[in-house]
């Protein structure tokens, strides 16, 4: 690889006008055709190429005014939003806003230094709690066959007895804490041989809900009336 600038060099550094840093461009980066040192000029080496790059880049997308670029770019390091910003763009693209290459290790230790450790725990935990309290759609099922009560609007007790086979629904219902819903002592004094708990389905609130409504208006469909156990249809 040689270096050649496909205009005459202005600062004439070399036997050839053509000749660009020093004919070493792996080593040398001269993005502004300035001096090599030699002669007072700017002269950038590899290690420092993408500081210059992008400060020439800040430069350029601010109004092509190179003063406020590089003021502009010099602020946005310790602007959280601008750190947020380029950190996404980075992650997306390989690139910052200033059209800059950034690796994703570089975009996550810029995004930890403007999100607390803590702040990420704490979303973690409320993602987990939200897992850990999903929302059950249940059945409770005929133990054995049998004569079970009939619930009624308005009313606390059953009001009447029906016959259920066992396996046959009495009721279908939603609850976020499935393990205190309902004692056993409870579950075992429906009817003559108490009813069974069955979990059916677990998600959102909105999934169980309606999941529950659309089972009791499909009961009702089938037979006229609602689950023995349900008063309502939610």
């Not at 990420?120 to 709690?129: A, F, M, Q, R, S």
């Not at 998600?203 to 659309?214: N, S, V, Y």
Request: charged share 20%.
């Amino acid at each position: 690889m040689i270096g050649r600038w496909t205009t005459k060099d202005p600062e004439g550094q070399y036997y050839s006008p053509y000749v660009a840093m020093g004919n070493n461009p792996i080593n040398n980066v001269d993005p502004d055709g300035g001096k090599d040192g030699r002669g007072g000029g700017k002269f950038y080496s590899m290690n420092s190429a993408t500081q210059a790059r992008r400060e020439q880049m800040a430069a350029e997308r601010a109004f092509d005014n190179p003063w406020w670029g590089d003021l502009l770019y010099q602020v946005n390091k310790f602007n959280p939003l601008a750190i947020l910003v380029n950190s996404i763009s980075a992650y997306a693209t390989g690139r910052d806003t200033y059209n800059v290459e950034m690796s994703n290790a570089e975009a996550s230790v810029n995004l930890a230094t403007i999100v607390p450790i803590g702040k990420i725990v704490g979303v973690g935990t409320k993602l987990i709690g939200s897992a850990v309290r999903a929302v059950e759609q249940y059945s409770l099922r005929a133990a054995e066959s049998g004569f079970y009560p009939v619930m009624k609007r308005g009313f606390k007790g059953g009001q009447e007895l029906t016959w259920l086979n066992k396996g046959e629904v009495w009721k279908f219902g939603t609850t976020k804490n499935p393990f205190s819903r309902y004692s056993q002592s409870y579950l075992d004094n429906i009817g003559e041989h108490g009813v069974i708990y069955t979990t059916e389905f677990r998600g959102t609130l909105q999934q169980a809900t309606f999941l529950e409504r659309l089972k009791i208006l499909n009961y009702r469909f089938q037979n006229n009336y609602l689950p023995p156990g349900n008063k309502i249809i939610k």
